[in-house]
Protein backbone atom coordinates (compact mmCIF):
# COMPACT_ATOMS: atom_id res chain seq x y z
CA UNK A 1 0.00 0.00 0.00
CA UNK A 2 1.16 3.42 -1.01
CA UNK A 3 0.79 6.53 1.03
CA UNK A 4 0.65 9.72 -0.37
CA UNK A 5 2.16 12.70 0.78
CA UNK A 6 0.07 16.01 0.59
CA UNK A 7 2.42 18.89 -0.32
CA UNK A 8 1.87 22.21 2.61
CA UNK A 9 0.80 25.10 0.59
CA UNK A 10 -1.81 27.63 -1.05
CA UNK A 11 -4.22 26.94 -3.79
CA UNK A 12 -4.86 29.13 -6.43
CA UNK A 13 -8.34 29.88 -4.80
CA UNK A 14 -6.96 30.97 -1.50
CA UNK A 15 -4.16 32.73 -2.60
CA UNK A 16 -7.02 34.68 -4.98
CA UNK A 17 -9.11 35.26 -1.69
CA UNK A 18 -6.49 36.68 0.34
CA UNK A 19 -5.66 39.15 -2.89
CA UNK A 20 -9.35 40.00 -2.51
CA UNK A 21 -8.93 41.03 1.15
CA UNK A 22 -5.91 43.34 0.51
CA UNK A 23 -7.33 44.82 -2.22
CA UNK A 24 -10.88 45.49 -0.23
CA UNK A 25 -8.48 47.02 2.78
CA UNK A 26 -6.58 48.99 0.41
CA UNK A 27 -9.67 50.67 -1.38
CA UNK A 28 -10.83 51.57 2.10
CA UNK A 29 -7.30 52.63 3.58
CA UNK A 30 -6.01 54.42 1.10
CA UNK A 31 -8.48 56.93 0.63
CA UNK A 32 -8.64 57.69 4.29
CA UNK A 33 -4.37 58.09 4.33
CA UNK A 34 -4.69 60.66 1.22
CA UNK A 35 -6.67 62.83 3.04
CA UNK A 36 -4.53 62.62 6.41
CA UNK A 37 -1.59 63.76 4.35
CA UNK A 38 -3.60 66.74 2.57
CA UNK A 39 -4.69 67.74 6.34
CA UNK A 40 -1.16 67.53 7.06
CA UNK A 41 0.28 69.92 4.49
CA UNK A 42 -2.67 72.02 5.01
CA UNK A 43 -1.68 72.62 8.48
CA UNK A 44 1.62 73.44 7.10
CA UNK A 45 0.45 76.10 5.17
CA UNK A 46 -1.56 77.75 7.57
CA UNK A 47 1.68 77.63 9.53
CA UNK A 48 3.48 79.57 7.42
CA UNK A 49 0.50 82.28 6.41
CA UNK A 50 0.81 83.19 10.02
CA UNK A 51 4.23 82.77 10.31
CA UNK A 52 4.56 85.54 7.56
CA UNK A 53 1.21 87.63 9.37
CA UNK A 54 3.24 87.99 12.33
CA UNK A 55 6.00 88.83 10.27
CA UNK A 56 3.99 91.92 8.45
CA UNK A 57 2.51 92.97 11.66
CA UNK A 58 6.37 93.39 12.67
CA UNK A 59 7.53 94.74 9.37
CA UNK A 60 4.88 97.01 9.86
CA UNK A 61 5.43 98.35 13.20
CA UNK A 62 8.99 99.68 12.02
CA UNK A 63 7.78 101.09 8.38
CA UNK A 64 4.60 102.78 7.59
CA UNK A 65 2.81 99.88 5.40
CA UNK A 66 2.71 96.30 4.63
CA UNK A 67 5.93 94.07 3.26
CA UNK A 68 6.29 91.92 0.09
CA UNK A 69 7.15 88.54 1.12
CA UNK A 70 10.94 88.94 -0.88
CA UNK A 71 11.10 92.18 1.71
CA UNK A 72 9.88 89.64 4.94
CA UNK A 73 12.75 87.52 3.75
CA UNK A 74 10.17 84.52 3.43
CA UNK A 75 10.30 82.06 0.24
CA UNK A 76 7.64 82.21 -1.93
CA UNK A 77 6.84 78.80 -2.25
CA UNK A 78 7.55 75.50 -0.32
CA UNK A 79 6.95 71.99 -1.95
CA UNK A 80 3.09 71.61 -1.78
CA UNK A 81 1.95 75.38 -2.29
CA UNK A 82 2.85 79.10 -3.67
CA UNK A 83 2.87 82.24 -1.42
CA UNK A 84 1.91 85.42 -2.35
CA UNK A 85 0.91 89.08 -0.80
CA UNK A 86 -1.74 91.07 -2.69
CA UNK A 87 -3.80 94.03 -1.70
CA UNK A 88 -0.63 95.71 -0.16
CA UNK A 89 -1.61 99.02 1.37
CA UNK A 90 -0.71 101.17 4.29
CA UNK A 91 -3.20 99.43 6.44
CA UNK A 92 -4.36 96.32 4.48
CA UNK A 93 -2.48 93.05 3.09
CA UNK A 94 -3.81 89.61 1.97
CA UNK A 95 -1.51 86.54 2.46
CA UNK A 96 -2.67 83.76 0.24
CA UNK A 97 -1.20 80.17 0.12
CA UNK A 98 -2.33 78.14 -3.46
CA UNK A 99 -2.11 74.59 -3.60
CA UNK A 100 0.64 73.06 -6.17
CA UNK A 101 1.14 69.73 -7.35
CA UNK A 102 -0.02 66.14 -5.13
CA UNK A 103 -2.02 68.95 -2.78
CA UNK A 104 -3.98 70.29 -5.98
CA UNK A 105 -6.01 67.45 -5.10
CA UNK A 106 -7.09 69.07 -1.79
CA UNK A 107 -9.76 70.98 -3.83
CA UNK A 108 -11.94 72.55 -0.68
CA UNK A 109 -8.62 73.88 0.33
CA UNK A 110 -6.36 74.08 -2.51
CA UNK A 111 -6.64 78.25 -2.29
CA UNK A 112 -6.40 79.92 1.83
CA UNK A 113 -5.89 83.26 2.71
CA UNK A 114 -5.55 85.57 5.56
CA UNK A 115 -5.60 89.19 5.87
CA UNK A 116 -4.37 92.04 8.13
CA UNK A 117 -8.35 91.42 9.60
CA UNK A 118 -6.77 88.16 10.68
CA UNK A 119 -10.38 87.17 8.36
CA UNK A 120 -9.33 83.50 7.44
CA UNK A 121 -10.56 82.38 4.29
CA UNK A 122 -12.19 79.66 3.53
CA UNK A 123 -12.84 79.79 7.17
CA UNK A 124 -13.81 75.72 6.86
CA UNK A 125 -10.20 75.12 6.39
CA UNK A 126 -9.03 77.40 9.62
CA UNK A 127 -10.81 75.18 11.49
Same mark, same amino acid.
Given at each position: MQVEKKLGGMTLIE +? !????AIIGIIA #????? *??????? @???? =??? !? #?? +? $?? +? @? $? =? @??????? *?ANYATIAELGFTSSSEFYNFSVSNIAAETY? +?? #????????????CATMSINQNDQKTPAACWQ
Open positions: +L !MIVI #AIAYP *NFVSYVQ @QGRR =ADA !M #AE +L $MK +L @Q $M =A @QEEYRLR *NT +LT #ATAKGAQVADTD
